[in-house]
Protein backbone atom coordinates (compact mmCIF):
# COMPACT_ATOMS: atom_id res chain seq x y z
CA UNK A 1 0.00 0.00 0.00
CA UNK A 2 1.34 3.85 -0.72
CA UNK A 3 2.04 5.67 1.75
CA UNK A 4 0.99 8.89 2.66
CA UNK A 5 1.99 12.60 4.06
CA UNK A 6 0.32 15.14 5.93
CA UNK A 7 0.91 18.31 7.77
CA UNK A 8 0.59 17.64 11.48
CA UNK A 9 -1.42 20.08 12.25
CA UNK A 10 -3.79 23.11 10.95
CA UNK A 11 -5.65 25.53 12.41
CA UNK A 12 -8.92 26.86 10.57
CA UNK A 13 -11.94 29.70 11.93
CA UNK A 14 -15.26 28.49 12.57
CA UNK A 15 -17.51 28.77 9.61
CA UNK A 16 -14.65 28.74 6.64
CA UNK A 17 -13.49 25.97 5.07
CA UNK A 18 -10.69 23.44 6.20
CA UNK A 19 -9.11 22.61 3.14
CA UNK A 20 -6.69 19.40 4.70
CA UNK A 21 -3.98 18.28 1.87
CA UNK A 22 -2.29 14.52 1.28
CA UNK A 23 0.41 13.52 -0.47
CA UNK A 24 0.53 9.88 -2.10
CA UNK A 25 2.58 10.36 -4.99
CA UNK A 26 3.39 6.93 -4.81
CA UNK A 27 0.03 5.64 -5.59
CA UNK A 28 -0.62 2.67 -8.06
CA UNK A 29 -3.48 2.55 -10.75
CA UNK A 30 -5.43 -0.28 -8.50
CA UNK A 31 -5.58 2.23 -5.09
CA UNK A 32 -8.33 4.39 -3.78
CA UNK A 33 -8.20 7.28 -1.43
CA UNK A 34 -9.71 7.33 1.79
CA UNK A 35 -10.41 9.86 4.53
CA UNK A 36 -10.64 8.77 7.90
CA UNK A 37 -10.97 11.53 11.53
CA UNK A 38 -11.15 10.41 15.11
CA UNK A 39 -12.87 12.81 17.25
CA UNK A 40 -10.83 12.27 21.22
CA UNK A 41 -11.43 9.04 22.40
CA UNK A 42 -13.86 7.49 19.45
CA UNK A 43 -13.06 5.04 16.57
CA UNK A 44 -11.99 6.39 13.32
CA UNK A 45 -15.44 7.73 11.42
CA UNK A 46 -15.26 7.12 7.65
CA UNK A 47 -15.77 10.50 5.59
CA UNK A 48 -14.96 9.67 1.85
CA UNK A 49 -13.09 8.07 -0.37
CA UNK A 50 -12.35 8.59 -4.23
CA UNK A 51 -9.85 6.65 -7.78
CA UNK A 52 -9.69 9.72 -9.74
CA UNK A 53 -12.97 12.02 -9.69
CA UNK A 54 -13.73 14.63 -7.37
CA UNK A 55 -15.92 13.21 -4.98
CA UNK A 56 -18.67 14.81 -2.84
CA UNK A 57 -20.85 13.61 -0.24
CA UNK A 58 -22.78 14.97 2.93
CA UNK A 59 -19.60 15.20 5.10
CA UNK A 60 -17.35 16.72 2.86
CA UNK A 61 -15.13 17.23 -0.82
CA UNK A 62 -12.67 15.11 -1.86
CA UNK A 63 -10.28 16.89 -4.99
CA UNK A 64 -7.66 14.43 -6.27
CA UNK A 65 -4.87 15.57 -8.55
CA UNK A 66 -5.34 14.54 -12.65
CA UNK A 67 -1.44 13.08 -12.10
CA UNK A 68 -3.38 11.24 -8.51
CA UNK A 69 -0.37 11.75 -6.53
CA UNK A 70 -2.23 14.44 -4.34
CA UNK A 71 -5.49 14.85 -2.72
CA UNK A 72 -7.44 17.82 -0.43
CA UNK A 73 -9.90 16.69 1.75
CA UNK A 74 -12.28 20.16 2.14
CA UNK A 75 -14.93 20.51 4.73
CA UNK A 76 -16.82 23.25 3.44
CA UNK A 77 -17.90 24.91 6.52
CA UNK A 78 -16.04 24.39 9.38
CA UNK A 79 -17.81 23.83 13.55
CA UNK A 80 -16.22 23.07 16.50
CA UNK A 81 -17.33 19.61 16.21
CA UNK A 82 -14.91 19.05 13.25
CA UNK A 83 -11.66 19.77 15.89
CA UNK A 84 -10.31 15.78 15.16
CA UNK A 85 -7.52 13.73 13.57
CA UNK A 86 -7.72 13.19 9.96
CA UNK A 87 -6.13 10.59 7.84
CA UNK A 88 -5.73 9.59 4.80
CA UNK A 89 -5.26 6.48 3.39
CA UNK A 90 -4.60 5.02 0.33
CA UNK A 91 -5.75 1.03 -0.29
CA UNK A 92 -6.25 -1.07 -3.13
CA UNK A 93 -9.15 -3.16 -3.72
CA UNK A 94 -7.61 -6.62 -3.03
CA UNK A 95 -5.73 -4.81 0.22
CA UNK A 96 -6.70 -6.00 3.65
CA UNK A 97 -4.38 -3.94 5.27
CA UNK A 98 -5.68 -0.33 5.76
CA UNK A 99 -2.63 1.63 7.46
CA UNK A 100 -3.28 4.62 9.25
CA UNK A 101 -0.40 6.97 9.58
CA UNK A 102 0.06 9.62 12.26
CA UNK A 103 -2.72 12.05 10.49
CA UNK A 104 -3.49 15.93 10.88
CA UNK A 105 -4.73 17.42 14.00
CA UNK A 106 -7.31 20.19 12.57
CA UNK A 107 -8.28 22.68 15.53
CA UNK A 108 -11.46 24.78 14.53
CA UNK A 109 -11.05 27.78 16.87
CA UNK A 110 -14.28 30.13 17.12
CA UNK B 1 -26.03 2.30 9.75
CA UNK B 2 -23.21 -0.10 10.81
CA UNK B 3 -23.32 -0.67 14.46
CA UNK B 4 -19.77 -2.01 15.50
CA UNK B 5 -20.23 -2.81 19.38
CA UNK B 6 -16.90 -3.49 21.51
CA UNK B 7 -18.04 -4.99 25.24
CA UNK B 8 -15.93 -2.47 27.51
CA UNK B 9 -15.03 1.04 26.96
CA UNK B 10 -12.08 0.76 30.00
CA UNK B 11 -10.61 -2.52 31.17
CA UNK B 12 -8.06 -3.02 34.37
CA UNK B 13 -6.06 -6.20 34.26
CA UNK B 14 -3.26 -7.19 36.22
CA UNK B 15 -0.05 -8.88 34.73
CA UNK B 16 -0.22 -12.07 33.92
CA UNK B 17 -3.95 -12.39 33.75
CA UNK B 18 -6.10 -13.81 30.62
CA UNK B 19 -7.77 -10.85 28.59
CA UNK B 20 -10.98 -10.99 26.15
CA UNK B 21 -11.90 -8.26 24.06
CA UNK B 22 -15.21 -8.75 22.42
CA UNK B 23 -16.40 -7.05 19.42
CA UNK B 24 -19.48 -7.91 17.78
CA UNK B 25 -21.12 -6.19 14.24
CA UNK B 26 -24.85 -6.33 13.50
CA UNK B 27 -24.43 -5.83 9.48
CA UNK B 28 -23.31 -9.44 7.99
CA UNK B 29 -19.64 -8.17 7.19
CA UNK B 30 -17.20 -10.34 6.45
CA UNK B 31 -14.50 -8.67 7.32
CA UNK B 32 -13.44 -8.18 10.50
CA UNK B 33 -9.97 -6.10 12.02
CA UNK B 34 -8.52 -5.70 15.71
CA UNK B 35 -6.24 -2.50 15.82
CA UNK B 36 -4.14 -1.01 18.75
CA UNK B 37 -3.88 3.10 19.29
CA UNK B 38 -1.06 3.91 20.61
CA UNK B 39 -0.15 7.96 21.14
CA UNK B 40 3.54 8.11 18.55
CA UNK B 41 2.67 5.24 16.77
CA UNK B 42 -1.22 5.63 15.32
CA UNK B 43 -2.85 2.61 14.15
CA UNK B 44 -1.52 -0.89 14.15
CA UNK B 45 -2.98 -3.79 12.87
CA UNK B 46 -2.83 -7.05 15.42
CA UNK B 47 -5.00 -9.23 13.23
CA UNK B 48 -7.47 -9.31 11.05
CA UNK B 49 -10.50 -12.29 10.01
CA UNK B 50 -11.82 -12.11 6.06
CA UNK B 51 -14.65 -15.44 7.03
CA UNK B 52 -15.76 -17.64 9.64
CA UNK B 53 -12.28 -19.43 11.89
CA UNK B 54 -10.36 -18.12 9.36
CA UNK B 55 -7.48 -14.90 10.33
CA UNK B 56 -4.21 -13.48 9.26
CA UNK B 57 -1.73 -11.72 11.30
CA UNK B 58 -1.61 -7.97 10.99
CA UNK B 59 2.04 -6.23 11.47
CA UNK B 60 1.97 -6.79 15.33
CA UNK B 61 0.03 -9.83 16.45
CA UNK B 62 2.86 -11.54 19.18
CA UNK B 63 1.48 -11.60 22.07
CA UNK B 64 -2.48 -11.75 20.62
CA UNK B 65 -4.48 -14.60 19.34
CA UNK B 66 -7.98 -14.19 17.84
CA UNK B 67 -11.11 -16.34 17.36
CA UNK B 68 -14.12 -15.95 15.24
CA UNK B 69 -16.38 -18.61 15.79
CA UNK B 70 -19.48 -16.76 14.55
CA UNK B 71 -19.47 -14.76 11.46
CA UNK B 72 -20.76 -11.40 13.80
CA UNK B 73 -18.20 -12.00 16.30
CA UNK B 74 -14.53 -11.52 16.56
CA UNK B 75 -12.30 -11.85 19.65
CA UNK B 76 -8.84 -10.14 20.85
CA UNK B 77 -7.27 -12.39 23.42
CA UNK B 78 -4.24 -11.75 25.73
CA UNK B 79 -3.31 -15.07 26.82
CA UNK B 80 -1.07 -13.41 29.42
CA UNK B 81 -1.49 -9.61 29.79
CA UNK B 82 1.77 -7.49 30.24
CA UNK B 83 2.19 -3.90 30.92
CA UNK B 84 3.29 -3.02 27.20
CA UNK B 85 -0.44 -3.86 26.13
CA UNK B 86 -1.84 -0.75 27.81
CA UNK B 87 -2.92 0.38 24.60
CA UNK B 88 -6.54 1.36 23.09
CA UNK B 89 -7.86 -1.41 21.28
CA UNK B 90 -10.50 -0.50 18.20
CA UNK B 91 -12.12 -3.39 16.49
CA UNK B 92 -13.21 -2.57 12.67
CA UNK B 93 -15.68 -4.35 10.23
CA UNK B 94 -16.00 -4.01 6.41
CA UNK B 95 -17.92 -5.99 3.74
CA UNK B 96 -15.73 -6.62 1.48
CA UNK B 97 -11.59 -6.30 1.07
CA UNK B 98 -10.41 -3.05 0.82
CA UNK B 99 -13.45 -0.91 1.48
CA UNK B 100 -14.78 0.94 4.08
CA UNK B 101 -14.35 0.03 7.19
CA UNK B 102 -16.57 0.56 10.38
CA UNK B 103 -14.65 0.99 13.85
CA UNK B 104 -16.27 0.92 17.38
CA UNK B 105 -15.98 3.06 20.32
CA UNK B 106 -12.56 1.43 21.49
CA UNK B 107 -11.65 -0.58 24.76
CA UNK B 108 -9.13 1.24 27.18
CA UNK B 109 -6.71 -1.14 28.35
CA UNK B 110 -4.56 -0.72 31.31
CA UNK B 111 -2.30 -3.79 32.61
CA UNK B 112 -0.68 -3.06 36.18
Known amino acids: DAKTTQPPSMDCAEGRAANLPCNHS???????VYWYRQIHSQGPQYIIH???NNETNEMASLIITEDRKSSTLILPHATLRDTAVYYCIVIYTGGFKTIFGAGTRLFVKA | DVKVTQSSRYLVKRTGEKVFLECVQD?????MFWYRQDPGLGLRLIYFSYDVKMKEKGDIPEGYSVSREKKERFSLILESASTNQTSMYLC???????????FGSGTQLSVL
Open chain 1, 50 to 52: GLK
Open chain 2, 92 to 102: ASSDRVGEKLF
Open chain 1, 26 to 32: TISGNEY
Open chain 2, 27 to 31: MDHEN
